[in-house]
């Protein structure tokens, strides 16, 4: 029988309860706040410690906002410098790419958790996790990371509305994967490139932009913006302002996707045979 908001939040609790002491793989996202918050409230912050893993593909801007979120928690934060960059399996940028770059911060915050004797680590992949192409998952179950919101079938629906009951700043905070997500497969990750996607993006959150990405295809810059926002990206001076900014930064050419902004759209060039990662 399908479980109501309150009874997934309730056997949420119950379940952390029994984690005694837990790592908690923190974003500053929304499914990873509101884990982090939850965890607190049932265990207390002297028995949960939020890891960060910063890295070039963690942009400033989401570092500052995950920082200062977790203040606001009263939570103990740990920074994890990973390295995945150079971990040539990852820079290819093969659809398995995210599998690479978890087992790293996996690996790391059990050795974590290990070293302070706290008793597990979770993380925060929610239910509609299991009906995307997320090869992170595969990451989490071989290294042992506990993911409560799935075993409680929480989506990102459900969490928003539990993060406004909650007053949480991340409750209609848009979804911010990683830099390197905005790469297209295939081509090689630098921290140049990195770096391009972070300033561009950096750009249009100046001009009043809020969920979009900048989609790295080389030379080309694919701009999804949601489509109500359609008018206003096209609309000078936005126009000009955004095509010298990005050729300024290395771009060739600065496109719009017309189908306008939506998680995951590289994902859409795969093949079923691709999305099966065999680790």
Do not use: W
Request: some cysteine; proline content about 3%.
């Amino acid at each position: 029988m399908k479980k109501s908001l309150d009874e997934k939040y309730e056997l949420l609790k119950r379940n952390l309860k029994k984690l005694k002491k837990t790592v908690v793989a923190y974003s500053g996202g929304v499914d990873s706040t509101f884990l982090l918050k939850t965890a607190i409230d049932v265990l207390g912050a002297e028995n949960v410690l939020a890891c960060i893993g910063v890295s070039s593909s963690l942009s400033g801007t989401q570092y500052k906002r995950a920082i200062e979120f977790a203040e606001l928690l009263g939570a103990k934060v740990e920074e994890i410098k990973v390295q995945e960059i150079y971990d040539a399996e990852y820079a290819a940028n093969s659809p398995d790419r995210c599998f690479h770059c978890k087992s790293h911060l996996y690996s790391m915050l059990n050795e974590i958790a290990r070293k302070n004797n706290f008793h597990n680590v979770i993380c925060g992949c929610n239910f509609d996790d299991k009906d995307d192409f997320r090869p992170g998952n595969k990451a989490a179950d071989i290294r042992g990371i506990l993911s409560p919101l799935m075993e409680v079938e929480m989506t990102k629906d459900d969490i928003r509305k539990i993060s406004r009951k909650l007053n949480l700043p991340t409750s209609d905070l848009p979804a911010s994967p990683c830099l390197a997500s905005r790469i297209a497969y295939g081509l090689k990750i630098t921290r140049q490139r990195l770096e391009q996607i972070e300033e561009a993006e950096d750009f249009l959150r100046e001009l009043g932009f809020v969920e979009f990405r900048v989609r790295h295809h080389d030379t080309i810059a694919r701009i999804e913006v949601n489509l109500k926002d359609l008018n206003k990206i096209i609309s000078e001076p936005n126009r000009q302002k955004i095509i010298n900014k990005l050729k300024s930064i290395g771009f060739k050419f600065i496109t719009i996707d017309l189908q306008g902004f939506r998680s995951g759209s590289l994902n859409e060039t795969l093949t079923k045979e691709q999305k099966q990662i065999s680790i």
